[in-house]
């Protein structure tokens, strides 16, 4: 009998495509080969889709500021409704049947839906969550309104439009939010375009960047706690992780880019966190409570802060967080008990278990 067969996407039109080229490393260095076949599909930056030898993946994977994508292979087009090739290599060779998809992909373009929905029309069960929960995640401005509707606590906000770019007042801004306040693109993650203001001139910089990203961008206020993160896991029934905590170091006074990613002591995990065990379950029953509403699926990472007095503010969840050797995600369920590469081939059973539930439904009179 054949092994089902995994295809893993990475790379992406995205400002966080760096990160997912070593998130998919390390996936598919973890996936068990006695249970699945796989194949690797990186997309460039332009947006093309590549059938990679997954020998030859990455250029300069060692370090995180070279690493590249290797375009020697062949362009790939999707072919909807074809469940034997819905993906095909435009030299006319077959890429053959994918028996499920691991979307390795943040930001823009991966996380937000755009990925998940061709997938869905392609036919093809795929791990996290679907359209609605992928795009109501990225898009921060959309996740703290339902999060703020569903009586669950985080940071007040204001949202603001590239539009209405030339009218906003710092100290309109300012008056409801208070200083220091975070400036952030709406969609998009890994802490990229993100500012902490605390002057008018920084805030007109902090615009001028956050706008270059996205059209519309979230002005949030400042938490003061300790920023702590959990990971979920599951469909109907999900799971929550021991909770763990970043504590930034060094120049960084908070989570930014470099601090994730780049320097290597920019930030110290704390795992689990040492925290009074009602405040962690509380984070935990919390988390799960923000992954059901944003209507999530297979995985998520929800973070936030715990106030000196013990409150719990939720910043925001990541519906496909990152999957490197230092990424909260796995780490969070190896403390829990779950190796990676259970974690994967738990990922992988709830997407073909969703993906069989769902084609059972009728779709055509």
Not at 205 to 217: M, Q, T, Y
Not at 289 to 316: H, K
Request: hydrophobic residues 40%.
């Amino acid at each position: 009998m054949n092994k089902p067969r995994v295809a893993v996407l990475f790379g992406g039109k995205s400002a966080e495509h760096e990160v997912s080229l070593q998130s998919a490393k390390n996936v598919i260095s973890m996936i068990d080969r006695d249970k699945y076949d796989v194949i690797a599909i990186g997309i460039d930056k332009e947006g093309r889709w590549f059938l990679g030898d997954e020998a030859k993946l990455l250029i300069d994977d060692q370090n995180p500021e070279l690493v590249k994508l290797n375009r020697a292979s062949h362009d790939l087009v999707v072919h909807p409704g074809n469940p034997d090739a819905p993906l095909v290599p435009t030299d006319g060779s077959l890429a053959g049947r994918i028996d499920v998809a691991f979307p390795v992909l943040h930001g823009p373009y991966g996380e937000d839906g755009a990925v998940q929905g061709l997938l869905k029309l392609a036919g093809i069960p795929f791990v996290g969550a679907g359209v609605l929960g992928s795009a109501a995640g990225m898009d921060k401005d959309v996740m703290k309104r339902l999060l703020r509707d569903a009586g669950i606590p985080n940071s007040d906000f204001v949202t603001l439009r590239a539009h209405e770019r030339d009218t906003v007042v710092y100290a309109d801004v300012l008056e409801r939010l208070g200083a220091p306040m975070f400036v952030k693109p709406a969609n998009l993650g890994s802490s990229v375009g993100v500012h902490k203001v605390r002057t008018a001139s920084e805030f007109e910089r902090a615009l001028d960047d956050a706008f270059s990203w996205d059209s519309k961008v979230v002005v949030e206020q400042m938490i003061v706690g300790r920023e702590v993160e959990c990971s979920i896991l599951g469909n109907e029934f999900p799971k929550a992780s021991v909770v763990g905590e970043i504590v930034t170091q060094g120049a960084h006074d908070f989570y930014s880019y470099d601090a994730k990613y780049i320097d290597e002591k920019g930030a110290r995990l704390n795992i689990p966190a040492d925290l009074d065990p009602a405040i962690a379950e509380k984070v935990r029953e919390l988390s799960i409570r923000v992954y059901q509403v944003v209507e999530c699926a297979g995985l998520a990472r929800v973070d936030s802060f715990v106030t000196p007095g013990g409150e719990v503010f939720v910043n925001e969840i990541n519906t496909l967080p990152g999957f490197t050797n230092i990424s909260m995600y796995t780490k969070l369920w190896e403390a829990s008990g779950v190796s990676q590469t259970e974690l994967i081939d738990e990922l992988l059973r709830l997407a073909i278990d969703r993906h069989r539930r769902e084609s059972m439904l009728r779709t055509s009179r």
